[in-house]
């Protein structure tokens, strides 16, 4: 079993619906979450930092982190065509230096 | 965000040579540097992670000596890839950090085709 769990997609909704995308893992030892978007031939962009449990909005962005659960989500509202991407879920344990990745959610919105 | 650059974006070699890849971050000091691997629509895969004036500490299976990281200053990375071959065909990213648990930002990444 991976650490990080990560539906692969694709993931295709019309535009300007919720896309809602969610991350599980397995080690209570990781602390900080992160979410990034990645375009075909690029590298990720960082689209969210978190450490808490809750909500963290940031634009059209929501991630949620919920510890209890080991679980994460990241909404994206009134979703674009441009947000056509890969997005991947990142963690970090609390004494850890590496980023462990989930695989990664292709994701379409169609116009 | 914080910005890295990578360069060159794409690089085409012949078999047997070396390619440098360099990693900058532009407006940050970085204590770490990462560099992965990543395949066709897979996700990214560590090679290796370097500290600023210490050697690197490489991911099981992943060859030091093919793959050379060098971590000279707090804002520049280097991996080189040794004697490359076919299967060394890849697209390259790195990524840097100021601090243990802060967020990681990610360079364009390098495609490597050797031919």
């Known amino acids: 079993q991976k650490e990080v769990e990560q539906d692969p997609g694709p993931l295709s909704v019309p535009e300007g619906a919720i896309v809602s995308l969610n991350c599980t893992y397995s080690?209570?030892?990781?602390?900080?979450f992160m979410w990034y978007r990645q375009y075909s031939r690029k590298g990720p962009e960082l689209l969210m930092y978190?450490?808490?449990?809750g909500n963290k909005e940031d634009g059209r962005f929501t991630a949620q982190v919920d510890k209890s659960s080991k679980y994460i989500s990241l909404f994206i509202r009134d979703s674009q065509p441009s947000d056509s991407a890969t997005y991947l879920c990142?963690?970090?344990?609390?004494?850890?230096?590496?980023?462990?990745f989930g695989g990664g959610t292709r994701v379409l919105v169609k116009p | 965000g914080a910005v890295v650059s990578q360069h060159p974006s794409w690089v085409i070699c012949k078999s047997g040579t070396s390619v440098k890849i360099e990693c900058r971050s532009l407006?940050?000091?970085?204590?770490?540097m990462f560099w992965y691997r990543q395949f066709p629509k897979q996700s990214l895969m560590l090679m290796a992670t370097?500290?600023?004036?210490?050697?690197?500490?490489?991911e099981q299976g992943v060859e030091k000596d093919k793959f050379l990281i060098n971590h000279a200053s707090l804002t520049l990375s280097t991996l080189t890839v040794t004697s490359a071959h076919p299967e060394d065909s890849s697209f390259y990213i790195c990524?840097?950090?100021?601090?243990?648990?802060?967020?990681?930002?990610f360079g364009q990444g390098t495609r490597l085709t050797v031919v």
């Open positions: 990524s840097a950090r100021r601090e243990t648990n802060t967020e990681a930002f």
């Open positions: 080690n209570s030892a990781f602390q900080y």
């Open positions: 978190t450490y808490s449990s």
């Open positions: 990142a963690m970090i344990q609390a004494a850890g230096n590496k980023l462990t």
């Open positions: 407006d940050f000091q970085a204590t770490t």
């Open positions: 370097s500290n600023e004036g210490s050697k690197a500490t490489y």
